[in-house]
């Protein structure tokens, strides 16, 4: 209150208004005072107090007018304050034309005023109109429920308005309506605080912001009866959060209903409020629509078991919210089995529904989670995928063995991080804490365990809890567990039946079964025994397994099917490098069990072939092998000879003979068992072979981890636990790691998650690899069972017949769905107490996934999901159909390549091959980004692809072929052609051969061009290196015109191909042609480094392909006149740059020829010094040109290298003549019986010079090496130490890499100049040669005096060589019969 001093009448509050002398932001009026008067508060601030005289309400009323004049006021005024004014009509309006001129004033309050019916629809018309006006605040003015809807309508209009405040006003619930539907317009609003008589008016003000998403702050109190105010809602768009402290049911479920599509409220806390299940009926809709609810508190509100199954039905739709407090309710074990099924899975396959839910608490006094509501959150705790904090809060029902149960179930979660037990009366005993230490030590996720109030805390056992806690917090060392685990043989080998339909596998499965049943040994097949003839009667025939006990060896039958239909299967289930594992191939005596017509050792022998075929063609695929595959064979229904027969020991002896052929590629056990598969005493001998075999291929094969024989035994009680199921998820398995193995077990929450995953996945590969699941790391999946994978679900596979199903016309197409619902048909059991569990942990799209990941079938579009799925093991042959190309036009080329297997005799295709050969290959084209637009076509042993305007076939050579025909039809050049066989097409065929060596062989293409059935194609092709080479055997001029000549084919005397020939240039590509040019000048150079030749002066030809490169066009052809007139220019220039190559090439081969002549000339003046060197020498009476043979089953082997101790060689002699020396065809020789160390130390030099000028000689076709070719197979691999290895293997080396960019003119004159730095290396050699060449003919003539050949007649009989002396020179040598006759004008006989 202001000192009197300061007290001013209203006369000088009037003065001072109007003199504008006072700069006022807020004006107060205290109106019913004693007296009038006023006083500033502050510089700003002005109160007036104004009495109940007339005269004093006249200056009030004054006042308002002169405040609303003056300018300065107007300007600076911000607040107005009434108090106490019981307002008459014409102030109001006053009032009104006050705030109408000054827009400056944001705040109005009236405290304690009055307010006629006319003056609330003043006031009202005022806020209507104003627009500067930001808050009012009405105090304790009894405007009610009339004056709350004056407002309301007033508010509906403003568009300023920010703040409401009004305190107890007696709104009443009618006016709390009006003041809702002005929210549901207004949205300028932003506070709005209500404290009323009744606690109802806070519904439809709540309500009405929750329904129109306002983010207006809301604050509702009530003071019943005068008591103490107490807060009834209150909503914060801030933090989004809305509490609710006192609603009764029908406004809860008003304020529910509101919520249904709001977006403003992310937490909801309505601790305390009774609720009733009629409110829980609207909530569930609540979650079932509200996408931004994050967290909801039902703590201490007396719901029940109806309320709680009403709101766990809203989380099964729910997706937002993440946080449920539903603890100090009163429901049952009915209310928590309800509330926990949304966040739990009943099957390995179904969803959880809940994923979202991070956080629930339950619990509390009046809860009776009972034996249902234990069982529901073992359920839960035992599959839930995204529940972390969990709290069970002040139970008295769960019995410590219950608290046992529920912290076992968190073995194998690793989601949980938080579980509060506070308050819990189970909580309690050494089994509990011993519990919870050891879930402790597998399960490091879990951050903290709340036990508050429990007796184990009480007891303060549960420090060390806490203790462990904080250790599985810290970062654990980073160490390989899998470094140091230690090594033992395996445990488990599988022996495979191999065999033809009919050859008694089964039966003699079965015999061996009971014989080792009869040894007293474990047989796991039991209960599968009882039920065998159940299942014989509904299933098919397939590969089946059965599983023996032998002490502590696991053995495994694998018993192969011989249907034809199933060996497109085996290649699956052969076994991996290293895996313990061998073979016995079953074939019968006789040709059907029905009939005693016996097999003869032909069919028998055939049988074998197959299989030793297949194994040997699989275990090479396998990859190197630390033992030979084991094989044994066995000749079944032997009882049904009844004498001795001569057929029997003929088929014993083409045994011998198979035994023999694939010695070095399998191991043959040395006896063939004649058995009767039904006679246990028969097979007795057989199932002890199969002990002792096993145990020795076990001790054989390499050792593996401990951890793999333990993780075997640990699938396998899963599997009995678990109704059998033949599959299991990664991450099931992961779980079995973490409670089973603690070597894959993540120790701490901060452990190195990801190694222990690439330990676990590294584990499965070694089980997948030795043959006890099969895993793949991209499916999520082990198949445990592979005969249930391979013979029931392939089985089922490779019968389904497509057309019969009808679910598309196209050979081989099967849609998605039909294909898995057929799967899901076919792999369900009908009979009574053998339900099937297969698909309680796996979608039959997992198995599709599967069989595209074995490369079994592919989608047709990639990447749709109604995409039809192609399985090549259904296709049809395409017999009968015309074979021919789409496109045939003049202009066309054919090319042709015929891939063969290089051991075709123990090795071949397996069936198998083709079909996964067609979807990789239609897999890798597809992923291929520059081949789009490509079209793809099957058949059985066909494949046809349009791939850049080329059409390709491919076609298997029968169905166990050992060859593969690629076919090319195209408008190309071959060398286009060619580069897709080379890129694409032939890498994907040998990648998938993997152990199996293809050779590559030129296809004649008249046979390509008019498609020649296969068996006419069998000699009309030949191998490219062959070609090659026969390029490099002729002289430089012939390579561009050689021809290679094809023979003709008839049938029957019916001619099918007529003979031809084909230039070498058209069967290569043009990569290929300079190669072999390049290879020639690297053998040239060579040798002329060896000849020590001086090189001339030959300037480098410049490169003629720089120069076209830069004139090539870029392709692009405007759609103009001028465009089109440009690209004729453009192909009429590429024109004139093909003719420029084609001179180019042909001056690469005159500059060949050139440098070739030079080297040949050089090599003969070397060789005729070797022959006339030292001509005094015993005057010339022995032939000095020697080299020594190996005969060889009937044929001879050039010797390339001697040393001590060699045997059974035979010297012979070339004919000497000069510059046409060559081998003498029918010469005897004289034989060397042992090579003593005087030999080698004479002999060695001589035979490395006589090598090395031999390797030239061939290289470049001279007359040196003629007669040679059939002595020397590989002589280059023979002499590879002699010379550097780029002259041997040139289309490897460097010179090869450098064929498409180097013109060869340019490679040879470098080559010719790299000669020069040799020279001196090469003339310190040739002062050494004659020491060396004085050496070996000294040796020889010692050599020919021992063996008595020592005269001219002598030498001719031995040697078939002649002396004879040149005419113009006078030089002796030892020529042949043939030169003696045709050279007869040049020598003259100088007989000894």
């Known amino acids: 209150m202001a000192s009197n001093n300061n007290l001013r009448d209203l006369q000088w509050a009037l003065q001072s208004i109007k003199s504008e002398s006072k700069n006022l932001h807020s004006i107060s009026f205290f109106l019913s005072q004693p007296i009038s008067n006023c006083y500033q508060e502050t510089d700003n601030s002005m109160n007036i107090n104004v009495s109940t005289n007339k005269d004093s309400l006249l200056l009030f009323s004054q006042l308002l007018i002169v405040i609303g004049e003056g300018r300065n006021t107007q300007a600076s005024l911000r607040n107005l304050e009434f108090h106490g004014v019981e307002w008459e009509l014409k102030q109001l309006q006053s009032l009104h034309a006050l705030l109408e001129k000054n827009l400056n004033i944001k705040q109005m309050v009236f405290r304690r005023n009055r307010f006629s019916r006319e003056g609330l629809m003043e006031l009202a018309e005022m806020l209507k109109s104003n627009g500067g006006i930001k808050e009012v605040i009405l105090s304790e003015s009894a405007i009610g429920s009339m004056g709350a809807g004056f407002l309301a309508s007033a508010l509906k209009m403003n568009e300023t308005l920010e703040e409401l405040q009004l305190w107890e006003d007696s709104i009443g619930s009618k006016g709390a309506e009006e003041l809702s539907k002005m929210i549901e317009v207004n949205s300028t609003l932003k506070l709005l605080i209500i404290l009323d008589s009744s606690s109802i008016t806070a519904t439809p003000l709540i309500s009405a912001v929750l329904a129109r998403n306002r983010a207006m702050e809301v604050h509702v109190w009530s003071g019943e009866n005068g008591g103490k105010s107490n807060k009834v809602v209150e909503f914060v768009p801030e933090n989004s959060t809305l509490r609710i402290y006192r609603l009764d049911p029908s406004g809860s479920c008003r304020v529910a209903c509101a919520l249904g599509w709001n977006t403003t409220v992310k937490s909801l806390d309505m601790t305390g409020i009774w609720l009733k299940s009629k409110w829980a009926k609207e909530f569930r809709w609540v979650l079932e629509q509200n996408q931004s609810l994050k967290e909801v508190n039902l703590s201490n509100t007396c719901l029940k078991d109806k309320g709680v199954v009403y709101v766990a039905a809203g989380l099964f739709k729910n997706q937002s919210l993440e946080s449920l407090y539903l603890d100090g309710n009163w429901f049952s074990g009915v209310g928590v089995e309800h509330l926990l099924c949304p966040l739990s899975r009943f099957s390995a396959l179904q969803y959880q529904a809940n994923t979202t839910l991070k956080s629930v608490t339950f619990g509390g006094g009046r809860t009776r989670i009972g034996r249902d509501g234990l069982s529901a959150i073992l359920q839960m705790l035992t599959t839930n995928q995204s529940l972390v904090r969990l709290g069970i809060y002040d139970d008295a029902s769960l019995r410590p063995e219950d608290i046992i149960r529920i912290f076992k179930s968190l073995e194998t979660n690793a989601t949980l991080r938080f579980l509060s037990l506070q308050g819990c009366k189970g909580v309690q005993g050494e089994l509990v804490l011993q519990t919870i230490m050891e879930i402790l030590q597998v399960n490091p ?176 695929k396998a990859g190197p092998q630390s033992m030979l595959p084991n094989v044994t064979v066995v000749l079944t229904h032997f009882d049904k000879i009844t004498q001795p027969s001569e057929n029997l020991q003929v088929t014993v002896r083409s045994i011998q003979r198979l035994r023999e052929r694939f010695q070095g590629f399998v191991e043959f056990y040395p006896t063939v068992f004649t058995i009767d598969a039904r006679s246990t005493g028969s097979v007795s001998k057989l199932a002890h072979h199969l002990r002792k075999t096993s145990k020795t291929i076990l001790r054989r094969v390499p050792q593996v981890y401990e951890l793999c024989n333990n993780l075997i035994q640990i699938l396998s009680d899963w599997r009995s636990e678990n109704y059998n199921r033949p599959a299991l998820k990664w991450k099931e398995f992961c779980d079995l790691c973490q409670v089973k193995v603690s070597a894959l077990r993540i120790r701490s929450r901060h452990d190195n998650v990801e190694k222990v995953e690439t330990r676990r996945r590294a584990v499965a590969k070694c089980l997948h690899h030795i043959g006890e699941v099969i895993y793949f790391e991209d499916l999520g999946f082990l198949i445990l069972d592979y005969e249930w994978f391979c013979g029931e679900v392939l089985g089922q596979l490779i019968k389904l017949d497509v057309r019969r199903q009808g679910s598309t016309e196209n050979n081989g197409f099967v849609n998605r769905r039909e294909l898995e619902k057929i799967l899901k048909t076919s792999l369900q059991s009908y009979i009574p107490g ?68 290089v051991d075709s005799s123990h090795m071949f295709l397996t069936p198998g091959f083709f079909p996964r050969l067609q979807v990789h290959l239609h897999n890798k084209i597809v992923g291929s980004r520059n081949q789009h637009g490509a ?107 050689y021809q290679h000549t094809w023979s003709s084919v008839s049938d029957g005397g019916k001619p099918i191909l007529g003979a031809g020939f084909d230039y070498a240039r058209d069967l290569l590509s043009d990569d290929d042609f300079r190669e072999v040019l390049h290879r020639r000048y690297h053998d040239l150079y060579h040798l002329a480094v060896e000849l020590a030749i001086t090189p001339e002066n030959n300037p480098d030809d410049p490169d003629p392909n720089s120069a076209a490169a830069g004139d090539e066009p870029d392709g692009i052809v405007e759609p103009t006149f001028g465009g089109i007139a440009k690209g004729v220019e453009a192909v009429l220039q590429r024109l004139k740059i093909i003719e420029q190559e084609i001179r180019d090439l042909k001056q690469e081969i005159q500059g060949l020829r050139y440098y070739e002549h030079r080297l040949l000339t050089e090599l003969h003046r070397k060789v005729n010094y070797i022959v006339n060197y030292n001509i005094q020498l015993e005057e010339r009476k022995f032939p000095h040109m020697f080299y020594f043979v190996k005969a060889e089953n009937y044929s001879r082997r050039l010797v390339t290298s001697i040393f001590s101790g060699m045997s059974a060689l035979r010297l012979q002699m070339l004919c000497e003549y000069r510059g046409e020396m060559h081998v003498v065809e029918d010469q005897i020789g004289c034989d060397l019986m042992q090579v003593d160390n005087s030999a080698v130390k004479c002999l060695v030099p001589y035979m490395k010079k006589f090598m090395t000028l031999l390797t030239f000689a061939l290289k470049i076709g001279a007359h040196l090496a003629a007669g040679m070719g059939g002595l020397i197979p590989d002589l280059s691999r023979e002499v590879a130490h002699l010379v550097d290895s780029s002259l041997l293997y040139g289309a490897s080396g460097a010179g090869a890499g450098a064929a498409g960019v180097m013109a060869a003119g340019a490679m040879g004159a470098a080559a010719i100049g790299r000669v020069q730095g040799a020279r001196q290396r090469g003339g310190q050699n040739s002062r050494d040669f004659q020491q060396d060449l004085r050496m070996a003919q000294q040796w020889l003539v010692d050599f020919l005096k021992d063996q008595g050949c020592t005269t001219g007649r002598q030498i001719a009989e031995k040697f078939g060589l002649w002396r004879v002396r040149y005419i113009d020179d006078g030089q002796i040598a030892w020529i042949c019969r043939r030169h003696m006759q045709i050279r007869a004008n040049e020598v003259t006989e100088v007989p000894i």
């Open 445 to 620: 996720w879990i951050e903290d365990i709340n036990l508050n109030r429990t007796p184990l805390q009480n007891s303060g056992k549960a420090d060390t809890i806490y203790q462990k806690l904080g250790q599985n917090g810290k970062l654990e060392q980073d160490i390989d567990l899998l470094k140091d685990m230690q090594l033992m043989a395996p445990k488990s080998c599988r022996v495979f039946f191999c065999g033809q339909e009919f050859a008694g596998k089964t039966t003699l499965c079965n015999s061996v079964s009971q014989n080792f049943s009869s040894s007293k040994l474990p047989y796991l097949d039991q209960v599968r025994t009882l039920v065998n003839p159940v299942e014989q009667a509904v299933r098919t025939g397939g590969i089946k397994i059965k599983t023996f006990k032998d002490e502590d060896t696991k053995i495994s039958i694998w018993n192969l099917a011989g249907q034809h239909e199933f060996y497109a299967l085996h290649d699956l289930m052969f076994p991996g490098h290293g895996s313990a594992s061998f073979f016995l191939i079953i074939s019968s005596l006789f040709k059907k069990p029905n009939n005693r017509e016996p097999k003869n050792s032909g069919e028998i022998e055939e049988d074998l072939l197959y299989w030793l075929r297949f194994i040997v063609s699989n275990s090479r």
């Open 935 to 1041: 079209t793809y076509s099957l058949e059985k042993y066909l494949i046809s692809i349009t791939i850049n305007g080329v059409n390709v076939r491919v076609e298997l050579g029968g169905q166990l072929g050992y060859f593969i025909d690629v076919l090319a039809c195209s408008t190309q050049n071959p060398t286009e052609t060619l580069k897709i066989f080379r890129e694409l097409i032939i890498p994907t065929i040998q990648s998938l051969c993997q152990g199996v060596t293809l050779n590559e062989n030129v296809l004649r293409p008249e046979c390509v061009k008019y498609l020649t059935p296969p068996r006419y194609r069998k000699t009309q092709f030949v191998p490219l290196q062959q070609l090659k080479q026969a390029l490099l055997s002729v002289p430089a001029d012939s390579m561009y015109d």
């Open 834 to 901: 053998m339900g099937s569990k297969v698909f309680d942990n796996l979608e039959a799209s997992d198995l599709v996934k599967m069989m595209q990941k074995l490369e079994l079938c592919y989608e047709q579009d990639p990447g749709d999901p109604n995409s039809l799925l192609l399985i090549p093991s259904i296709l049809e042959e395409g017999r009968g159909r015309s074979q021919r190309w789409q496109l045939s036009t003049p202009s066309c080329i054919y090319v042709g390549r015929h891939l063969e297997c």
